[in-house]
């Protein structure tokens, strides 16, 4: 199995060098092969703010075991929608922020891609959430993902990164460990194979 995965990273690599790597706000940072990070193997990153002052992201595929009443208990109307508290990245672990999708403006928040939305007050978010089913989008994240200037072009140039479109079924999927793997086969190729790497290939 080694030999496989082996021959699977020089193919993606190739590949890689192939694909244009262009990140702005409301993209997709697949993590690749190369990125062996323990707070950033086998993630997607969904990217908030790119610039030159540095890039911000929220890792949309790692839910935590911890509910979003023991971190927002007074926030009643998003406790049934946004359910389990994701882990958002590695940088100040302890802060909030507030992924949501409405239908309508929601004040002091910032537009990312197709109507999802960072932050904005967080009063008005709550009075004004839908409380049917189905009606409505949020996920709440502790900490999130940061590179300074030149930080994440140098991780693309090295290929940890596989840059894509994002998508809302993603982002907010019922099942975040099937986050990963769905978009890597979705690129088909050597991709799909990477896809059904165990989280250690070396215990395979």
Not at 119 to 143: A, C, Q, T
Not at 150 to 162: H, K, P
Request: aromatic share 10%.
């Amino acid at each position: 199995m080694k030999l496989k995965w082996a021959r699977v990273w020089s193919i993606l690599k190739y590949m890689e060098r192939e694909k244009p790597q262009k990140v702005k706000r409301g993209m997709f940072l697949v993590a690749t092969p190369q990125l062996t990070d323990p707070d950033f193997r086998q993630t997607v990153v969904l990217i908030c703010e790119h610039g030159s002052g540095g890039s911000l992201g929220l890792v949309v595929n790692r839910r935590t075991e911890q509910h979003i009443t023991e971190v927002l208990p007074k926030a009643t109307g998003l406790h049934e929608k946004a359910g389990f508290v994701y882990t958002g990245g590695p940088v100040q672990k302890g802060s909030l922020l507030i992924l949501h999708r409405l239908g309508w403006e929601v004040p002091e928040s910032r537009s990312i891609f197709d109507g999802v939305c960072l932050g904005g007050d967080l009063d008005f978010l709550e009075d004004s959430f839908p409380r049917d089913e189905g009606e409505g989008l949020v996920r709440v994240y502790m900490g999130y993902a940061g590179w300074a200037p030149g930080q994440l072009q140098f991780e693309l140039s090295s290929g940890s990164w596989l840059v894509l479109p994002a998508q809302m079924r993603m982002v907010f999927a019922r099942d975040p460990l099937q986050v990963w793997p769905t978009i890597l086969r979705a690129q088909g190729g050597a991709y799909a194979l990477y896809a059904t790497m165990p989280p250690d290939p070396s215990l395979n």
